[in-house]
C-alpha cells in the first residue's frame, strides 16, 4: 500500500534531518478502533450473527416518567457504529472473531442505538462453566410489560447470594434461537434485569434449559474490539479491463462487464450464494446500468454489468464495483472505471462496393468485372468535373490528380480560370513536393482530391446504382448502416445531373422528415435500400451525411463515380441523327421519283455492265519528233 517517511530534525546529521520509514500495513493492522459500549450478541445463523449496539438513556435527568422510559419511539444516542466499519474484525476476550458485513445506524428499539451484522471467522467462545457456574442451572425469563421492552431473568433452584451480581451488568444472556437478553439491572432477589433484543420473540414466562444458554462478556473496553482484518478477498475483471479505465459508449449502444469475487486465502464463505460485491454510479441518470448476479460452482460470486446509452448527449458516469467486506490490506478489492457517453474511438461510416477492391488494387493494378471492363478510371492531370454551364466550363474549386508543373485543362471562360484550388499542392511546384502518400490517394474525400488519381468508373448509363453502406469502429465487426442512423446526400461539385431514386421508406423515416423538415436543407433517406442514378457523365463526388442528433459525432462519407462512354453531347447528336435523317429521307424520296416516272431502278447486273463499256485504255503517246521522222518515208 506505501510507505510513510517520517522526517524529524537532527543535529548530528550533516542535512540537519533524520528519517524514518513507517509501513502503512503495519499502522493500519495495528489501529484499534474498538469503543467502551456493551454489545449484546444474537445469532441469527450458526454462521451469522448481530451484535446490538447498547443505549444508556438518562430518564430522569430528562424528566421522563416510567412510560417514556419503555416508549420505543423515544430518540436514543447516536450509534458509534458507522459504515466505514465493515469489513472491520470484532474480537473477544473470552475467544471468537466475526466480520462485519452491515451496519445500522438506526434501531427499532429505544434501549440500542444501532446494530451490525456479522460472518463468524472463529467460533465465538462465552464464559467458561468455571468462572460462571450459574450457567449449569436452568433460566426463566418473565416479561413484566406487554411490550417486554424489560424482563426480568432469575435462575431456577439456585440460592440468590449466588446469582447474578454486578459484574454481570453489561454482559449478554445468549440463547440460540431466541431473543437475547443484555443485563442492566439486578434485583434484591438475586434475580436481574434486562433488555430483549428481540422482544417480539419473548413470551410472558419462558424457560432456557441449561445448555442452551450462555454468559456472553462484551461490557465493554476490554471484553472486545475492532481492528482491520487480513486480507481474505479480491476481485478481478474477467474481461480483462484495466482499473481506472475510460470506456467510450454510442448512442443506443449495449455494453457489458463481468466482474469475480472470491477468497483470496482459498477459504469457501460460509454464506450460500453471497453477494460481495456492490456497485456505485456517480451519475445514474446519464447511462442505464443494470446488474445481475449469478455463482459458479465453487460458490464465487459473479456480477455482470449491462450499460446502455439511451441518451443522445455527452456525459459521464463513474462505475465502482467493489467488496465491502473485505479488508483496506487487499490489493484487489475494488474496481472503477468511467463510461463516457460520447463518439466511440475510430467510429466512422464507410461505402463499400459490391465487389471491393483493395487498396493495393486501387493504386498497383488494373482490376476489371466479369466483361472485361476497367472499374477503374485515371483522371487526367488537374482535372476539374463539368458544371451544370457545360462539359467545358467547370466552376468547382476542387482539383483531381494535381500537378502544379502541367497547365490546367478547360481554361477557356473567366468562371473558370477564378475558380480552383490547390489543397496539399498549395504552393508547391509539381505533384512529388505535394506529399502524396498511399492513403491519401485511395482517400474518397474532397479535401484530399489533390491526390485522387483513379475513381471508381461506370458506363453511361448508370440507373439504380447501389449505396451499400457499413458503420465501422475500432476492434469491431463492420454493421450495415440503417434505421435510426438517416443520412442526406450531397453532390461536392454542385452537379445536378443525377438523383436519389431509390431508399426503403418507413413510418420512422416519414416522421423524421417532417420533424426535421425546417432544420436540414436536403432530404433525408434511409440508408438501407439507397440507389442513385446519374444522368450526366464524367465524375461525380458524393457526400453522405448522418443526421444530427442520431450520434454524438460527425459521420460522413464520400463516394467518387467516373461515367465513361456517355453519348454525344448536346447539340452534336442532334445535328448528327437530323442530318441521317435527311440523307435517309431524300434517298427515299429520289427512289420513288423513279419508279412514279417508269424509270427502272439500277440493279447490281446494270451497274456491272456500266462500268465494263468505259474500261480505260492505255497508248503511248505521240510525240511530234516521231512525226516528222515518218514523213520521208
Given at each position: 500500500?506505501?510507505?510513510?517517511?517520517?522526517?524529524?530534525l537532527?543535529?548530528d546529521k550533516?542535512?540537519?534531518?533524520?528519517y524514518?520509514?513507517?509501513?502503512?500495513?503495519?499502522?493500519?493492522e495495528?489501529?484499534e478502533?474498538?469503543?467502551?459500549?456493551?454489545?449484546?450478541?444474537?445469532?441469527?445463523?450458526?454462521?451469522?450473527v448481530?451484535?446490538?449496539?447498547n443505549?444508556?438513556?438518562?430518564?430522569?435527568?430528562?424528566?421522563?416518567?416510567?412510560?417514556?422510559?419503555?416508549?420505543?419511539?423515544?430518540?436514543?444516542?447516536?450509534?458509534h457504529?458507522?459504515?466505514?466499519?465493515?469489513?472491520?474484525?470484532?474480537?473477544?476476550?473470552?475467544?471468537?472473531?466475526?466480520?462485519?458485513?452491515?451496519?445500522?445506524?438506526?434501531?427499532?428499539?429505544?434501549g440500542?442505538?444501532?446494530?451490525?451484522?456479522?460472518?463468524?471467522?472463529?467460533?465465538?467462545?462465552?464464559?467458561s462453566?468455571?468462572?460462571?457456574?450459574m450457567q449449569l442451572?436452568?433460566?426463566?425469563?418473565?416479561?413484566?410489560?406487554?411490550e417486554?421492552?424489560i424482563?426480568?431473568?432469575?435462575?431456577k433452584?439456585?440460592?440468590?447470594?449466588?446469582?447474578?451480581?454486578?459484574?454481570h451488568v453489561?454482559?449478554?444472556?445468549?440463547a440460540?434461537g431466541?431473543?437475547?437478553?443484555l443485563?442492566?439491572?439486578?434485583l434484591?432477589?438475586?434475580s436481574?434485569?434486562?433488555?430483549?433484543?428481540?422482544?417480539a420473540?419473548?413470551l410472558?414466562?419462558?424457560?432456557?434449559r441449561?445448555?442452551?444458554?450462555?454468559l456472553?462478556h462484551?461490557?465493554?473496553?476490554?471484553?472486545?474490539?475492532?481492528?482491520?482484518?487480513?486480507?481474505?478477498?479480491?476481485?478481478q475483471?474477467?474481461?480483462?479491463?484495466?482499473?481506472?479505465?475510460l470506456?467510450r459508449?454510442?448512442v443506443r449502444?449495449?455494453?457489458?462487464?463481468?466482474f469475480?469475487a472470491?477468497?483470496?486465502?482459498y477459504?469457501?464463505?460460509?454464506?450460500?450464494?453471497?453477494?460481495?460485491?456492490?456497485?456505485?454510479?456517480?451519475?445514474?441518470?446519464?447511462?442505464?446500468?443494470t446488474?445481475?448476479?449469478?455463482?459458479?460452482?465453487?460458490?464465487?460470486?459473479?456480477?455482470?454489468?449491462?450499460?446502455f446509452?439511451?441518451?443522445c448527449?455527452?456525459?459521464t458516469?463513474?462505475?465502482?464495483?467493489?467488496?465491502?467486506?473485505?479488508?483496506?490490506?487487499?490489493?484487489?478489492?475494488?474496481f472503477?472505471?468511467?463510461?463516457q457517453?460520447?463518439?466511440?474511438?475510430g467510429?466512422?461510416?464507410?461505402?463499400?462496393?459490391?465487389?471491393?477492391?483493395s487498396?493495393?488494387?486501387?493504386i498497383?493494378t488494373?482490376?476489371?468485372?466479369?466483361?472485361?471492363?476497367?472499374?477503374?478510371?485515371n483522371?487526367?492531370?488537374?482535372?476539374?468535373?463539368?458544371?451544370?454551364?457545360?462539359?467545358?466550363?467547370?466552376?468547382t474549386?476542387?482539383i483531381y490528380?494535381?500537378?502544379p508543373?502541367?497547365?490546367?485543362?478547360?481554361?477557356?471562360?473567366?468562371?473558370?480560370?477564378?475558380?480552383?484550388?490547390?489543397?496539399?499542392?498549395?504552393?508547391?511546384?509539381?505533384a512529388?513536393?505535394?506529399?502524396?502518400?498511399?492513403r491519401?490517394?485511395?482517400?474518397?474525400?474532397?479535401?484530399n482530391?489533390?491526390?485522387?488519381?483513379?475513381?471508381?468508373?461506370?458506363?453511361f448509363p448508370?440507373t439504380?446504382?447501389?449505396?451499400?453502406?457499413?458503420?465501422?469502429?475500432?476492434?469491431?465487426?463492420?454493421?450495415?448502416?440503417?434505421?435510426?442512423?438517416?443520412?442526406?446526400?450531397?453532390?461536392v461539385n454542385?452537379r445536378?445531373?443525377?438523383?436519389?431514386?431509390?431508399?426503403?421508406?418507413t413510418?420512422?423515416?416519414?416522421?423524421m422528415r417532417?420533424?426535421?423538415?425546417?432544420?436540414l436543407?436536403?432530404?433525408?433517406y434511409?440508408?438501407?435500400?439507397?440507389?442513385?442514378?446519374l444522368?450526366?457523365s464524367?465524375?461525380?463526388?458524393?457526400r453522405?451525411?448522418?443526421?444530427?442528433?442520431?450520434?454524438?459525432?460527425?459521420?460522413?462519407?464520400?463516394?467518387?463515380?467516373?461515367?465513361?462512354e456517355?453519348?454525344?453531347?448536346?447539340p452534336?447528336?442532334h445535328l448528327?441523327?437530323?442530318?441521317?435523317?435527311?440523307?435517309?429521307?431524300?434517298?427515299?424520296?429520289?427512289?420513288?421519283?423513279l419508279?412514279?416516272?417508269g424509270?427502272?431502278?439500277?440493279?447490281?447486273?446494270s451497274?456491272k455492265?456500266?462500268?465494263k463499256?468505259?474500261?480505260?485504255?492505255?497508248s503511248?503517246?505521240?510525240t511530234q519528233?516521231?512525226t516528222?521522222?515518218?514523213?520521208?518515208?
Amino acid at each position: 500500500m506505501g510507505i510513510l517517511i517520517a522526517v524529524q530534525l537532527d543535529k548530528d546529521k550533516p542535512s540537519g534531518f533524520s528519517y524514518r520509514n513507517i509501513e502503512i500495513d503495519h499502522l493500519i493492522e495495528k489501529h484499534e478502533m474498538g469503543f467502551d459500549k456493551a454489545l449484546a450478541l444474537q445469532y441469527t445463523t450458526d454462521h451469522t450473527v448481530l451484535l446490538h449496539e447498547n443505549a444508556v438513556i438518562n430518564d430522569h435527568a430528562n424528566g421522563n416518567n416510567h412510560q417514556g422510559r419503555n416508549n420505543p419511539l423515544t430518540v436514543a444516542p447516536a450509534s458509534h457504529f458507522s459504515p466505514d466499519h465493515v469489513g472491520k474484525v470484532i474480537y473477544f476476550s473470552d475467544g471468537g472473531m466475526m466480520v462485519i458485513t452491515e451496519v445500522f445506524r438506526t434501531h427499532y428499539l429505544r434501549g440500542f442505538s444501532g446494530v451490525v451484522v456479522g460472518e463468524i471467522l472463529e467460533p465465538i467462545k462465552g464464559a467458561s462453566l468455571n468462572a460462571e457456574p450459574m450457567q449449569l442451572y436452568d433460566l426463566l425469563v418473565k416479561k413484566g410489560e406487554p411490550e417486554g421492552l424489560i424482563v426480568t431473568l432469575q435462575l431456577k433452584d439456585l440460592d440468590p447470594s449466588q446469582g447474578f451480581n454486578l459484574s454481570h451488568v453489561g454482559k449478554a444472556v445468549v440463547a440460540p434461537g431466541f431473543s437475547s437478553y443484555l443485563i442492566t439491572g439486578l434485583l434484591p432477589s438475586g434475580s436481574a434485569l434486562a433488555k430483549p433484543t428481540m422482544p417480539a420473540l419473548v413470551l410472558p414466562l419462558t424457560s432456557h434449559r441449561s445448555g442452551e444458554w450462555l454468559l456472553f462478556h462484551s461490557a465493554g473496553r476490554g471484553s472486545w474490539g475492532m481492528k482491520e482484518g487480513p486480507c481474505r478477498h479480491a476481485l478481478q475483471s474477467l474481461d480483462g479491463m484495466r482499473n481506472n479505465a475510460l470506456m467510450r459508449i454510442n448512442v443506443r449502444e449495449e455494453l457489458n462487464f463481468t466482474f469475480k469475487a472470491f477468497m483470496s486465502d482459498y477459504s469457501l464463505s460460509m454464506v450460500y450464494h453471497k453477494k460481495f460485491m456492490r456497485v456505485v454510479l456517480t451519475n445514474p441518470l446519464a447511462i442505464r446500468v443494470t446488474a445481475r448476479h449469478s455463482w459458479d460452482d465453487t460458490n464465487n460470486h459473479m456480477l455482470t454489468l449491462t450499460a446502455f446509452s439511451h441518451l443522445c448527449k455527452k456525459a459521464t458516469t463513474t462505475v465502482t464495483v467493489y467488496i465491502p467486506e473485505a479488508s483496506l490490506l487487499c490489493r484487489s478489492s475494488s474496481f472503477t472505471f468511467t463510461l463516457q457517453n460520447s463518439c466511440p474511438e475510430g467510429l466512422q461510416i464507410v461505402y463499400v462496393s459490391q465487389q471491393p477492391i483493395s487498396d493495393h488494387e486501387w493504386i498497383y493494378t488494373d482490376p476489371v468485372d466479369h466483361m472485361d471492363n476497367k472499374r477503374l478510371f485515371n483522371l487526367p492531370v488537374n482535372y476539374r468535373p463539368p458544371s451544370q454551364l457545360g462539359v467545358l466550363i467547370p466552376t468547382t474549386d476542387n482539383i483531381y490528380n494535381a500537378d502544379p508543373s502541367h497547365p490546367r485543362p478547360r481554361q477557356h471562360y473567366p468562371i473558370s480560370k477564378n475558380s480552383g484550388r490547390y489543397k496539399q499542392c498549395a504552393g508547391k511546384r509539381s505533384a512529388e513536393e505535394c506529399g502524396c502518400t498511399d492513403r491519401l490517394k485511395v482517400s474518397p474525400l474532397a479535401i484530399n482530391s489533390d491526390c485522387r488519381q483513379r475513381v471508381l468508373r461506370l458506363t453511361f448509363p448508370v440507373t439504380d446504382f447501389n449505396i451499400t453502406l457499413f458503420l465501422r469502429r475500432t476492434n469491431h465487426a463492420d454493421q450495415p448502416l440503417c434505421s435510426p442512423y438517416f443520412v442526406t446526400v450531397t453532390e461536392v461539385n454542385n452537379r445536378t445531373s443525377w438523383k436519389v431514386t431509390g431508399t426503403h421508406a418507413t413510418p420512422t423515416m416519414d416522421r423524421m422528415r417532417q420533424y426535421l423538415e425546417d432544420s436540414l436543407e436536403n432530404n433525408l433517406y434511409n440508408p438501407e435500400g439507397l440507389q442513385i442514378s446519374l444522368y450526366g457523365s464524367e465524375l461525380f463526388h458524393f457526400r453522405i451525411s448522418v443526421i444530427p442528433g442520431v450520434v454524438l459525432c460527425d459521420l460522413v462519407e464520400e463516394v467518387q463515380i467516373y461515367v465513361a462512354e456517355p453519348p454525344l453531347a448536346f447539340p452534336t447528336q442532334h445535328l448528327v441523327n437530323n442530318m441521317a435523317a435527311i440523307i435517309l429521307g431524300g434517298l427515299l424520296l429520289f427512289g420513288f421519283l423513279l419508279i412514279y416516272n417508269g424509270v427502272a431502278m439500277p440493279t447490281m447486273s446494270s451497274i456491272k455492265t456500266l462500268l465494263k463499256k468505259h474500261k480505260p485504255t492505255i497508248s503511248p503517246t505521240r510525240t511530234q519528233k516521231s512525226t516528222m521522222t515518218q514523213g520521208p518515208e
